[in-house]
């Protein structure tokens, strides 16, 4: 498992210039998908392979075990993202033929920096999901649909919990997973805060 620290990260201003970019091009991407959906995930991807080959902070290198969590993962990106756009037909053939060489080439390159030792799948229903992004309000997010949400969360479930996806990497199928079902609103409710972080630990010293 991996994630970002506060020294020898990228700096605020480069997040903050990622994040809005990344913010101009999914308002694009929803209100042209075919046109810009290529674009997007291209950017998206080199974005998370960047963050996630940077030197480890010299604080987590000093600590007697430490562990880093992303987000989400350069696998996350095709697996779930792209192969969604793929098959409800915003990204054409040629498109995903030329994302899946490229994807496999880096990662393949960069194999030895991006070892994942686990996944925390946040499994919340669809409709859950959309009144969050209500709540959240961010306003490239506000044409989505449930629809949408509905393909997402398929393959989520296809690839963590049913395992039926097709994974071009062997490595992924050993890769344990822990699911986690924040469905229920636990934002006030430091018990179940507590027991959600008592499985994450249990899981991440048992890697």
């Known amino acids: 498992m991996q994630g970002s620290g506060p020294e020898g990260s990228p700096s605020k201003a480069t997040l903050a210039c990622i994040a809005q970019s990344l913010g101009n091009l999914l308002d694009m991407m929803y209100r042209e998908p075919a046109r810009w959906s290529y674009t997007f995930q291209t950017f998206s991807f080199m974005s ?18 430490p562990v880093q ?10 697996y779930i993202f792209a192969k969604n756009l793929f098959e409800n037909g915003s990204l054409s053939d040629i498109e995903w033929h030329i994302y899946q060489d490229w994807h496999s080439f880096l990662l393949q390159e960069f194999a030895s920096q991006l070892t994942l030792h686990g996944f925390i799948y946040l499994q919340a229903t669809p409709q859950v999901c959309l009144k969050r992004l209500y709540r959240r309000a961010r306003e490239e997010e506000k044409g989505i649909e449930l629809a949408y949400l509905q393909q997402l969360h398929g393959q989520h479930e296809a690839w963590l919990v049913h395992k039926t996806t097709k994974l071009h990497f062997e490595t992924l199928l050993n890769i344990p ?6 469905s229920d609103d636990f934002s006030e409710e430091v018990t179940k805060q507590e027991e959600l972080m008592r499985k994450v630990d249990t899981f991440v010293k048992n890697l």
């Open 177 to 182: 997973v822990l699911v986690l079902d924040v």
């Open 69 to 78: 969590i992303f987000e989400r993962s350069v696998y996350s990106d095709r």
């Open 48 to 65: 998370r392979l960047k963050v996630q080959l940077e030197p480890f902070p010299k604080k987590l290198l000093q600590a007697k075990k």
